[in-house]
């Protein structure tokens, strides 16, 4: 079955440093979409990114993202973390085209805490 | 206004008692989810609604019961509450358009079973 991987549980990083969140995943459909959802404490999660479309970098907030169907690979990323990214991230997968709805997968999430 | 909005945001019960949490939506959104979220573990899906039609998971099929009487409600019943209840429960809405639609989250309900 459809199934997403994050390998990290707790990545701890200094403010200014680069951001990578890892995330793969597999699936038997060819145009499933993948997602990056963001938690904040005390907040709904939201959605920080998204994308169908293979080898094309898509950016929101500062983060972006490229989807590798080669390597079933949707890894996060940022250039220079802020204290204010300290949150939860959710990599997500959904598939089931031309049903009407969506099943979404979830990776166990990547708890970011930067530090000053 | 894009909000899920999720009653109580915190519960407390007793082993065998009944728990019911509550989940609204005005987005006229036609699939609601209910996710059970422990922690260092994935969003565990229970159920959705697809306008009318519930979809049940098959390892949590007889441990979760829902109704949606509307298209903006949709709630989550325990029938006798075990201690491995004990979870956050994530409501989620989705417009249902085919893999582009993404999820809208309520802020979810904190089930604490003693």
């Known amino acids: 079955g459809d199934s997403v991987t994050q390998k990290e549980g707790l990545v701890t990083l200094t403010e200014g440093l680069p951001v990578m969140l890892n995330c793969t995943y597999q699936t038997i459909y060819s145009n499933a979409f993948l997602f990056w959802y963001v938690h904040y404490l005390n907040e709904s999660p939201r959605l920080l990114l998204k994308?169908?479309?293979?080898?094309k970098r898509t950016e929101h907030q500062g983060f972006h993202a490229t989807l590798h169907k080669s390597s079933s690979s949707f890894h996060l990323q940022k250039s220079s973390a802020q204290l204010s990214d300290s949150a939860l991230y959710y990599c997500a997968l959904s598939d089931r085209p031309n049903t009407g709805y969506q099943n979404f997968y979830f990776g166990k999430g990547t708890s970011l805490t930067v530090i000053p | 206004d894009t909000t899920v909005k999720q009653n109580p945001r915190y519960k407390l019960a007793r082993v065998g008692k009944p728990v019911n949490l509550i989940c609204s939506q005005t987005m006229n959104h036609d699939t609601m989810y209910w996710y059970q979220k422990k922690p260092n573990q994935a969003p565990k899906l229970l159920l959705f609604y697809y306008d009318k039609i519930l979809n049940r998971e098959a390892d949590t099929f007889e441990k979760f019961q829902s109704s949606r009487p509307n298209n903006s409600f949709c709630s989550l019943y325990i029938g006798s509450a075990g201690l491995e209840y004990s979870a956050m429960y994530l409501c989620?809405?989705?417009?249902?358009?085919?893999?582009?639609?993404?999820?809208?989250f309520g802020e979810g309900s904190k089930l604490t079973v003693l």
């Open positions: 989620a809405s989705s417009p249902g358009q085919a893999n582009t639609g993404q999820l809208y």
């Open positions: 994308s169908s479309t293979d080898n």
